[in-house]
């Protein structure tokens, strides 16, 4: 096993490292450094071990694990693809512990299951931090966030576990982005108080009702946005009265404008 010191120097001077590249078949040897690795599979796929923990990633995955005990990649095929975000948990908002200490509950790993947006959105965040020189140390933090609110939300989120209301409220916001019921609203129409409504969301979605409900609403935006739709439509298709409003929102969930994002992708 050996410690992988020219990453822990790119580490120590910047606090993350982001990359893409082909990976040339099995690392001979364990290696280890600081914070926390997280993997997003192009092609090929990889068995992954991390100290006794042990996962098998396939395209469209990610993997993430504890980045300072011995880990080893082998993959089924000669080379694959993925991104790699190496991060040390000071340089990320909060949510970087609960993500650090999911990891280490899990022995070392944890594949979370990802939506294909989700995915998307990890992936358009690492493209951004792949560039550190037009990085700021602010918009690092929300970049990181962004990606682990995607992984620690995902394993927050399968319908197929949750109780029948909570499922028949998801199907309900899920299929009326461009509207939210008040609270009141929600609890009469699924004859379950207020109280039980934030209860049941907190205990099997990780939020509340309308955090859920903007987060859905949100999601349908990024898509939005990679069509020909102009800014303000794409809000109204939302939900949202006023322009200043869904940039507000969008900022607040995404961590950047709805014109930053869309102009992220160069073929728009």
Not at 106 to 130: D, F, K, M
Not at 160 to 183: C, F, G, L, N, W
Not at 187 to 193: A, D, G, L, N
Request: charged content about 20%.
């Amino acid at each position: 096993m050996r410690h992988c010191a020219k990453t822990q120097r790119q580490l120590d001077q910047r606090g993350y490292i982001v990359n893409t590249q082909p990976s040339p078949g099995n690392y001979p040897y364990g290696h280890r450094h600081g914070g926390i690795e997280i993997l997003l599979v192009h092609s090929g796929s990889v068995e992954i071990y991390s100290g006794d923990w042990q996962g098998h990633v396939a395209p469209g995955q990610a993997a993430v694990i504890a980045a300072e005990l011995p880990h080893i990649t082998r993959p089924d095929q000669r080379e694959w693809v993925r991104t790699a975000v190496h991060f040390m948990p000071h340089v990320a908002y909060d949510l970087a512990s609960s993500v650090e200490r999911k990891v280490q509950e899990s022995g070392g790993g944890w594949i979370p299951n990802l939506s294909s947006e989700s995915v998307e959105r990890i992936l358009w965040s690492a493209r951004t931090l792949s560039r550190p020189e037009s990085v700021s140390t602010e918009t690092a933090k929300a970049l990181l966030t962004v990606i682990l609110s995607e992984i620690y939300g995902a394993d927050h989120d399968h319908p197929a576990q949750h109780p029948p209301v909570v499922r028949e409220i998801i199907d309900y916001m899920k299929s009326r982005p461009d509207q939210t019921d008040s609270i009141d609203q929600l609890s009469r129409r699924f004859y379950v108080s207020k109280r039980q409504l934030h209860r049941l969301f907190q205990e099997h979605v990780g939020c509340g009702p309308h955090q859920y409900w903007l987060k859905l609403r949100i999601d349908t935006a990024c898509k939005l946005l990679q069509e020909s739709l102009a800014i303000k439509e794409v809000g109204y298709a939302v939900g949202f009265s006023s322009l200043r409003g869904f940039e507000r929102a969008f900022q607040r969930v995404v961590g950047f404008s709805p014109r930053e994002y869309r102009e992220s992708f160069p073929n728009l």
